[in-house]
T-cell receptor, first 115, second 112 residues
């Protein structure tokens, strides 16, 4: 069974440019998470989807970040415009359902460098 | 607000040594606690999941314990190997939404 797929794996952009990250969860997993991981820190949740609905986006900086999961399968996270402080690893995870009983499976992440 | 702390931030040991990684959390009202492994440039791999009603979980050379009342968990690695070198993260699930709160991780280096 294929795991969580993320692309690109690495991205280098100049500040003020837009950038998008893509995630394809494990087949059948209806819950999808985007996490931000700064260097030397643990991941922090940005947004959680149940199917196509964003049910927890309280940590998403909405002035420059947006996300979508139009058909309840794959998802895109966008930053526009990017700032130097956005340099980090963006992780996507999925689970079969929502709640503490369901284990989350993580993708390899996209490492963003903003220059 | 739940906060998770891991000490030490980095650890270097010779091969074969037994070692303990520590994780503490401020709110004891948790559903479960997970230990993850993260290799450089890779995602997170789940190692052990301890439910709030459990005291410990074991997988091979790994043993994780949970003491909810004191807000602590430990990950014990027996007979460490160079292949165990990685960053180890603990995360608590204290809500019914599946939201994980992570510690900052302990980076382990096992020297041959």
């Amino acid at each position: 069974e294929a795991g969580v797929v993320q692309s690109p794996r690495y991205k280098i952009i100049e500040k003020k440019q837009p950038v998008a990250f893509w995630c394809n969860p494990i087949s059948g997993h209806n819950t999808l998470y985007w996490y931000l991981q700064n260097l030397g820190q643990g991941p922090e949740l940005l947004i959680r989807y149940e199917n196509e609905e964003a049910v927890d986006d309280s940590q998403l900086p909405k002035d420059r970040f947006s996300a979508e999961r139009l058909k309840g399968v794959d998802s895109t996270l966008k930053i526009q415009p990017a700032e130097l402080g956005d340099s980090a690893v963006y992780l996507c995870a999925s689970s079969p359902g929502t709640g503490f009983a369901y284990e989350q499976y993580f993708g390899p992440g996209t490492r963003l460098t903003v220059t | 607000k739940q906060e998770v702390t891991q000490i030490p931030a980095a650890l270097s040991v010779p091969e074969g040594e037994n070692l303990v990684l520590n994780c503490s959390f401020t709110d004891s009202a948790i559903y479960n606690l997970q230990w993850f492994r993260q290799d450089p440039g890779k995602g997170l791999t789940s190692l052990l999941l301890i439910q709030s009603s459990q005291r410990e979980q074991t997988s091979g050379r790994l043993n994780a314990s949970l003491d909810k009342s004191s807000g602590r968990s430990t990950l014990y690695i027996a007979a460490s190997q160079p292949g165990d070198s990685a960053t180890y993260l603990c995360a608590v699930n204290s809500g019914n939404t599946g939201k994980l709160i992570f510690g900052q991780g302990t980076t382990l280096q096992v020297k041959p």
